[in-house]
T-cell receptor, first 113, second 117 residues
């Protein structure tokens, strides 16, 4: 089984709808991240969490919220989706003892119409 | 601020030829540098990293990268390209998170590598 899993893998939703993207990991890492990927822009950090009680905004957090339900689970929510949130979303984990090398999930392709 | 730049959006190379994907960095202090690869419909996979030591770093799938401090570069290389190497490649640098006493990874914009049969 994959170490970092994301559900759903693909989602089409309408403007104004609330949507949640879920991430689970079996690597035992405390640190988890949410990124979005847009063509030509690379990966941009949305939120990160260093443990269940430590959640922080990244460079593009507006319009998003997160929940760290357990060490292994980190969810990303779009409270009211808009078309420019159409993107590929990745969850990642890391271990600071491994020089912050990150391990990525397979991604969720989100389309907001 | 710590950053990396990938000057080429796309690199085309013939199968069997050597390939190079370029990355330059801007950091204060000693750089921690990474290369990741993204195959179609897949997440990013770690290829290799430079922390300290030998300037030539060997990684997965026959890739290697050369750290050059004077040129602030960390180019990804492979002696003989395969069609299956066609993918999107990202360079990344460890960057401090302001006020957090910890680090994140800052990624370049990616380079699409196409290996032509």
């Amino acid at each position: 089984d994959a170490d970092v899993t994301q559900t759903p893998r693909n989602r089409i939703t309408k403007t104004g709808k609330r949507i949640m993207l879920e991430c689970s990991q079996t690597k035992g890492h405390d640190r988890m991240y949410w990124y979005r990927q847009d063509p030509g822009l690379g990966l941009r950090l949305i939120y990160y969490s260093f443990d269940v009680k430590d959640i922080n905004k990244g460079e593009i957090s507006d319009g998003y919220s997160v929940s760290r339900q357990a060490q292994a689970k980190f969810s990303l929510s779009l409270e009211s989706a808009i078309p420019n949130q159409t993107a590929l979303y990745f969850c990642a984990t890391s271990d600071p003892d491994l020089s912050y090398e990150q391990y990525f999930g397979p991604g969720t392709r989100l389309t907001v119409t | 601020a710590q950053s990396v730049a990938q000057p080429e959006d796309q690199v085309n190379v013939a199968e069997g030829n050597p390939l190079t994907v370029k990355c330059t960095y801007s950091v204060s202090g000693n750089p921690y540098l990474f290369w990741y690869v993204q195959y179609p419909n897949r997440g990013l996979q770690f290829l290799l990293k430079y922390i300290t030591g030998d300037n030539l770093v060997k990684g997965s799938y026959g890739f290697e990268a050369e750290f050059n401090k004077s040129q602030t570069s960390f180019h990804l290389k492979k002696p003989s390209a395969l069609v299956s190497d066609s993918a999107l490649y990202f360079c990344a640098v460890r960057a401090p998170i302001s006020g957090a006493g910890s680090y994140q990874l800052t990624f370049g914009k990616g380079t699409k590598l196409s290996v032509i049969p």
